[in-house]
């Protein structure tokens, strides 16, 4: 009664007991079917080689490899270039695989996907990837750094052709990866020079411009601010300076004047020509009042320069009196005059300074002149400075971002050239076979121990499945548990079975048995048994 109500394990050891005929019988035969089936099988080969991945000889301190792809990438890359049609279809070809199925008409795709499923490509694991206590090692390593090697294999049903085939693939793999390579570090060079050409022609327009702008602005850029401050500082000290001589000379031009026109009308009046002289010291006396009167509204009566003026207006009044008193007319001698060759020492002495004086004087307008244009010219760069201090820190910021990208594109360019050298000398990482292709001595299938645990197992569960089927269709009530569970009371006593039935299905084996161990009785002639 099976799956009416909750089994117990007395349960599970009665079904063992009543089915273990149904249990034993297939688990026997199931094996024995499993080895029948391999034993029909055709045998498979697998020849397998061992490349070993050999890093880069020369320190990536010196020389950095401009192969940057992950290894495992990589390896799928070349598997893929190897496992094409263009690789594979010769290798089918020359090897004469699968002749059968080319007899039978099957199409050279289909042939290359056959191939293609009987090879493997597998990394071997590293030490430190297994090792334990290593986590925190290989935490800080990628899985290119803990690959060794791979493992390639080929798999068919003649041994000696698997290891032709094994070799032959093994060499496309290491050929694979020299040219990848090779080819990587030439384009990888390739478009590095490429790119320093541009990067040296945008460099050189920086450079272009950078110069156009500091010959346009020349002294007044930043770097020029300070001189210029400088210089605007001296350039005012000296128009001050000169300013201040001017105005000195120019006063001592005034008061030698004074003094010339006072002697020459001393002299006049010795020479009887006091009356031209008394007009001509009139509008020199005017002259040199309109003078006071203009210093007197920029210094005070008490400076230097307006006491003498005022000196030299009371001696030239004092020194005219005489001469008007001689010449009621008011006639006096010119002082412009042309003086005479007979002229005193003093009045040559005081021509000679006014003529030095307005010599003096005239340089000193010139310069001051000079002077106020540079100036100018100096106060305009400064004004002009914070404009072209921005324009310029552009072009330089720039010009210094070019000329860093140039210097980073050289020494990329250099290093891709010692890489592709490297790459060129096979110095850089190789493809090394450490296990060339073996020649197998047994097949890799079928493999006869994994049939035949495969069939024990196959057969206990198809028994297992029997015993099953059959104890679902058995509606026999066997224990004391059954009993109360479907009448739901209480069982007073169980009595045994003493049917026929019973009888006879207890008793066959017995008696058989028996049969078989009752000795036989010969008995002589005419005598019964």
């Keep these: 009664m099976l799956g009416q109500r909750e089994m117990t394990m007395e349960d599970v050891t009665g079904i063992l007991r009543r089915r273990w005929l149904y249990l034993i019988v297939p688990l026997v035969v199931g094996p024995l079917i499993a080895m029948g089936i391999a034993l029909l099988l055709p045998a498979k080969y697998t020849s397998s080689a061992l490349i070993m991945i050999e890093q880069q000889r020369v320190p990536d301190t010196v020389v950095k490899s401009v192969v940057s792809e992950n290894l495992i990438s990589r390896l799928a890359t070349m598997q893929e270039q190897v496992l094409s049609r263009n690789t594979l279809q010769p290798i089918i070809e020359k090897y004469g695989l699968y002749k059968s199925e080319v007899a039978r008409g099957v199409s050279m795709d289909d042939l290359i996907l056959e191939l293609k499923g009987n090879l493997s490509v597998t990394p071997v694991p590293s030490i430190l990837e297994s090792a334990p206590g290593t986590k925190g090692v290989t935490g800080t390593m990628s899985k290119e750094d803990i690959i060794p090697g791979f493992y390639i294999a080929f798999t068919i ?123 001509t010291a009139d509008k020199e006396l005017a002259a040199l009042e309109g003078r006071l009167s203009a210093m007197e509204t920029r210094y005070t009566p008490d400076h230097p320069d307006v006491i003498k003026l005022k000196s030299a207006i009371a001696q030239l009044k004092k020194d005219r009196a005489p001469s008007s008193a001689s010449a009621p007319d008011g006639s006096a001698p010119d002082t412009a005059e042309q003086p005479s060759s007979f002229e005193p020492k003093e009045i040559q002495q005081l021509r000679s300074q006014l003529r030095g004086l307005d010599e003096a004087i005239q340089r000193y307008k010139q310069e001051q002149q000079l002077m106020g244009q540079q100036a100018k010219g100096l106060e305009s760069r400064l004004q002009m400075s914070p404009l072209v201090e921005t324009q310029y820190k552009q072009l330089t910021r720039d010009s210094k971002a070019a000329q860093d990208f ?124």
């Design 406 to 529: 140039y210097n980073d594109l050289l020494g990329k360019k250099n290093n891709s050239n010692m890489a592709t050298d490297l790459e060129s000398g096979q110095e850089g990482e190789q493809f090394v076979i450490l296990d060339s292709a073996s020649l197998p001595d047994q097949p890799s299938f079928p493999v006869y121990w994994m049939f035949a645990a495969g069939g024990a197992g196959g057969g206990l569960g198809l028994g297992l499945a029997i015993a099953l089927l059959l104890e679902l269709k058995d509606k026999a009530i066997r224990t004391e548990r059954d009993v109360e569970f479907f009448l739901e009371l209480p069982t007073l006593v169980l009595l045994p079975s003493v049917g026929l039935a019973g009888k006879q299905k207890n008793g066959r084996f017995r008696n058989w048995w028996r049969r078989r161990r009752r000795p036989v009785v010969k008995h002589a002639a005419g005598q019964p048994a």
């Design 157 to 279: 049903d003649n041994p000696k052709m698997a290891q032709e085939v094994c070799s032959d693939l093994t060499g496309k793999f290491i050929e694979e990866n020299l040219k990848s390579r090779s080819k990587m570090a030439r384009e990888t060079t390739t478009f590095v020079d490429t790119q320093l050409v541009d990067a040296k022609r945008k460099l050189d327009e920086q450079d272009a411009k950078l110069g156009e702008f500091q010959k346009k602005f020349s002294g007044a850029l930043p770097d020029e601010a300070s001189q210029n401050l400088s210089l605007l500082s001296a350039v005012t000290a000296r128009l001050q300076s000169v300013t201040q001589a001017l105005g000195r000379d120019e006063q001592d031009k005034t008061y030698t004047e004074t003094l010339l026109a006072q002697q020459l009308s001393a002299w006049d009046m010795v020479k009887g020509r006091g009356g031209n002289r008394a007009e």
